[in-house]
């Protein structure tokens, strides 16, 4: 197998379970199964292995998404997060861990998380653009804060069911919107 996505894979695993700063160098070889120095000579540093998750992650979770133009495009989004949280765990968002742990001390680390929400917002957006036919921001921010709440009501209610019903209202607010279907 390849030993640096073995490591990104590990350390992707243990800082969602514990956190950036309380996983040790040590747990992340000995559950990827590799030594320090293999690690090192892949990631120079914690941040490079930060980075590195947070690009794959994004991309895993964007690739799942359909193309905004598609009619289903918000409704998928929803199941696409039901299917991340069942396969990942319902531990809050990744890129909010990042951003909440390195925001002072790595400005790039932070930048970089906060990107993945301004990506997530620019998708929801255009979503709503092609099924309305025109831009609505208000309908686009309503959107996107029901899936950035779902995160966290999925803590309290349970995965299916909180991406259930952010989907749910989210075609709700869409149809109530006149000019969209």
Same mark, same amino acid.
């Given at each position: ?44 540093? !914690? ?86 036919? !025109? ?47």
């Amino acid at each position: 197998m390849n030993k640096k996505q073995d490591i990104i894979q590990a350390a992707e695993r243990l800082f969602y379970l514990n956190g950036f700063h309380a996983t040790s160098t040590d747990n992340i070889c000995r559950e990827a199964g590799v030594s320090t120095r293999t690690l090192y000579r892949y990631f120079p540093s !914690r941040e490079a292995l930060t980075a590195a998750i947070m690009n794959e992650r994004r991309e895993r979770f964007f690739s799942a998404l359909c193309p905004p133009e598609e009619p289903e495009s918000i409704s998928h989004l929803f199941n696409v997060m039901g299917k991340w949280m069942n396969d990942y765990g319902i531990k809050g968002c990744f890129f909010l861990k990042v951003w909440s742990e390195y925001a002072e001390k790595e400005p790039m680390l932070a930048e970089q998380a906060m990107a993945y929400r301004h990506a997530m917002r620019a998708y929801i957006a255009t979503c709503i653009s092609h099924s309305c036919g !025109r831009e609505n921001p208000p309908l686009a921010d309503a959107i996107w804060t029901l899936f950035e709440g779902t995160l966290t009501t999925a803590l309290v209610m349970g995965a299916p069911e909180a991406c259930e019903r952010g989907k749910m209202v989210s075609l709700q607010l869409i149809h109530s919107f006149s000019g969209c279907p």
